[in-house]
C-alpha cells in the first residue's frame, strides 16, 4: 500500500529523490512523510506534508530536502540534497491518519541510502 523507491549509494554533496507511491485511500491521509532509521539510532522524522499541502521538517532536513506530492499519482517525494554521511539510513515512508479517536499509522518497506565521505 506504500512503496517506497529511489534509495542508493551517493557521495557526499550529492543528491537522491525518493518516491513514494501510496494506494488512493491511504494517500489522502492527514500526512504522508518520510522518516529515517540508522543503525543503533531510533526511527526519525524526516518530513511530512499535509493533504493540503503544507510541509514540515526535521532541523537536519531543512534547506537540503524538500517533500512535495503528485496527487494525481499518488506519489510523494523527497528530493534530498548536498547530502552527507550522517543521512546515510533506511528511509521509511509513512502515512498519518487520524480517526475520532485513534492514530493510524502505514509504513512502506524502507529504502537503503548511502552516503559515502
Known amino acids: 500500500q506504500l512503496q517506497a523507491s529511489g534509495g542508493g549509494l551517493v557521495q557526499a554533496g550529492g543528491s537522491l529523490r525518493l518516491s513514494c507511491a501510496a494506494s488512493?485511500?491511504?494517500?489522502?491521509?492527514?500526512?504522508m512523510g518520510w522518516y529515517r532509521q540508522a543503525p543503533g539510532k531510533q526511527r526519525e522524522l524526516v518530513a511530512r506534508i499535509t493533504s493540503g499541502g503544507s510541509a514540515d521538517y526535521a532541523d537536519s532536513a531543512k534547506g537540503r530536502f524538500t517533500i512535495s506530492r503528485d496527487n494525481a499519482k499518488n506519489t510523494v517525494y523527497l528530493q534530498m540534497i548536498s547530502l552527507k554521511p550522517e543521512d546515510t539510513a533506511v528511509y521509511y515512508c509513512?502515512?498519518?491518519?487520524?480517526?475520532?479517536?485513534?492514530?493510524?499509522?502505514?509504513w512502506g518497506q524502507g529504502t537503503q541510502v548511502t552516503v559515502s565521505s
Open positions: 488512493g485511500s491511504i494517500f489522502g491521509s492527514n500526512y
Open positions: 509513512n502515512a498519518v491518519r487520524y480517526g475520532p479517536s485513534n492514530r493510524y499509522d502505514y
